[in-house]
């Protein structure tokens, strides 16, 4: 994939790494920086892990899980709008793929973020409560481990 620009969605650890997304020309990819500027982008070994990998982006950023991210690489309701379209367009099921609309639309629509995240979740095939991030949490702490 060759790499575009990444958003960050907020730090790992607090004046540490940080996790967000980029967007390259073959689809989007988990990325994570460092302090210092490099930034590293984790291949996920299947549609599905990546399709997970980035809703867990989307709920942690309505969820606000993690601390701030750089104020120069932050994400926005758009360019998270934008990810969950590609996913919609990327879907070969038809049933998942009408999930993630939703979501992208509550996203697009700027509904609370408890209705995004709840989207979300049932695009991801959980129920989840918008106050429970612990989830989304550990799987990008675990993909950013595993990248060491």
Do not use: K
Request: charged fraction near 25%.
């Amino acid at each position: 994939m060759a790499e575009s620009a990444a958003s960050a969605i907020g730090r790992i650890f607090s004046d540490g790494p940080w996790v967000g997304f980029a967007r390259g020309s073959d689809g989007y990819a988990l990325a994570f920086g460092d302090p210092q500027g490099s930034v590293r982008l984790a291949s996920a070994p299947s549609r599905a892990e990546l399709r997970n990998d980035l809703l867990a982006i989307a709920i942690s950023f309505f969820d606000e899980a993690f601390g701030d991210a750089p104020a120069d690489l932050e994400a926005t309701h758009a360019e998270i709008g934008e990810m969950l379209r590609w996913l919609v367009e990327s879907e070969p099921d038809p049933a998942s793929a009408r999930l993630l609309h939703e979501a992208a639309d509550a996203v697009d629509d700027g509904l609370p973020g408890e209705v995004v995240i709840a989207r979300l979740a049932a695009a991801g095939g959980r129920e989840t409560d918008a106050g429970a991030p612990a989830e989304p949490i550990t799987r990008l702490t675990e993909r950013y481990r595993r990248l060491l």
